[in-house]
């Protein structure tokens, strides 16, 4: 089974620059998650898609970070401008409906996001 | 709000050593509470998890125990090898709709031959 599959691996942009991360989930998870994880901190949630659906982006800076999750297969990240302080790994994860128990989430590989 | 406490590191230990390490929670409700394993250049994965109250999590002969009287999940394994040299999360999901994970803020383990 396919896993849970991120590009780009690497980036290095400068500040005030935009950004975009892609994401293809596991076939047939309906839920996305993007997580932010700052170099010495665990993972935090950016938001969550339920297939084409945001159910959780309280902790998205709205004003430069967005999000779509077209069709509820694929999703983009977009950072406009970007800070220093966005330098950090974007991580994608996928789960079934988390209504269902015990769901598990799988997580790619991850961006690393270098803002110079 | 939810979070979860986890043991700072570097953890360094000789090979066949005994491992443990700490994570207690805060949360409302029921959570199911996991470790998540971070090998080098490598994306996370799941070790284990507990989704109730004194359920034990066990993979690859770590394990661990969701104590919720103590709001703890430490993790154990009783002789490490090199190759489990890799930052361990603890992470807890909310009982509710979402199935958020919230993460410790993770413990690199370094194991010498």
């Known amino acids: 089974e396919a896993g849970v599959a991120q590009s780009p691996r690497y980036k290095i942009i400068e500040k005030r620059q935009s950004v975009a991360f892609w994401c293809n989930p596991i076939s047939g998870h309906a839920t996305l998650y993007w997580y932010q994880q700052i170099l010495g901190q665990g993972p935090k949630l950016l938001i969550q898609f339920q297939n084409n659906g945001v159910v959780d982006d309280s902790q998205l800076p709205k004003d430069r970070f967005s999000a779509e999750r077209l069709k509820g297969v694929d999703s983009t990240l977009k950072i406009q401008p970007a800070k220093l302080e966005d330098s950090a790994v974007y991580l994608c994860a996928s789960s079934l409906d988390p209504r269902r128990m015990n769901t598990e989430a799988f997580f790619g590989q991850g961006t690393r996001l270098t803002v110079v | 709000g939810n979070s979860v406490t986890q043991m700072e590191g570097p953890v360094t230990l000789s090979e066949e050593a005994f491992l443990t390490i700490n994570c207690t929670y805060t949360a409302t409700g029921y959570p199911s509470l996991f470790w998540y394993v971070q090998y080098p250049g490598e994306g996370l994965q799941l070790l284990l998890k507990a989704t109730k109250a004194d359920d034990k999590g066990s993979n690859k002969g770590f394990e661990a125990t969701y104590r919720k009287e103590t709001t703890s999940f430490h993790l154990e394994k009783g002789s490490v090898q090199v190759s489990d040299s890799a930052v361990y999360f603890c992470?807890?999901?909310?009982?509710?709709?979402?199935?958020?994970?919230?993460f410790g803020t993770g413990t690199l383990l370094a194991v010498q031959p």
């Open positions: 992470a807890l999901s909310d009982s509710g709709a979402t199935n958020k994970l919230i």
